[in-house]
């Protein structure tokens, strides 16, 4: 949400309006030709996840990818894994019963 308020914060500023004119965020984001901050993240994340998949199974960024850190975890709230975030990527996206759920599945199991 902070992310989407600050994208159209900056939208309307280089647009020139202010939220008082009351023109929609579709139309400023049309004018400028942008699409929104979080289909552009979603974007670059399937992209850089299908690097990834291309990678040699013994180089050391599909390593680092699979690898689970041993220990107590820190007090507070848990920091966010890439595997979380995926997983939400691919249920927005609804990539269901495409290559990135088999491969999310293969590395839960190892």
Known sequence: MALQWTEMRMVRWMCGVKPQD???????????GLDDIISV???NRLRRHGHLLRKED???????????????RPRGRPKKIWRKI???TVSHVNLTGRMPLIVIYEADKG
Do not use: F, I, T
């Open 22 to 32: 009351r023109v929609p965020s579709k139309e400023l984001r049309g004018r400028l």
């Open 41 to 43: 993240l979603q974007q």
């Open 58 to 72: 013994n180089d050391w960024v599909k390593k680092c990818m699979q690898h689970e850190v041993d220990g107590a």
């Open 86 to 88: 995926w997983r939400k």
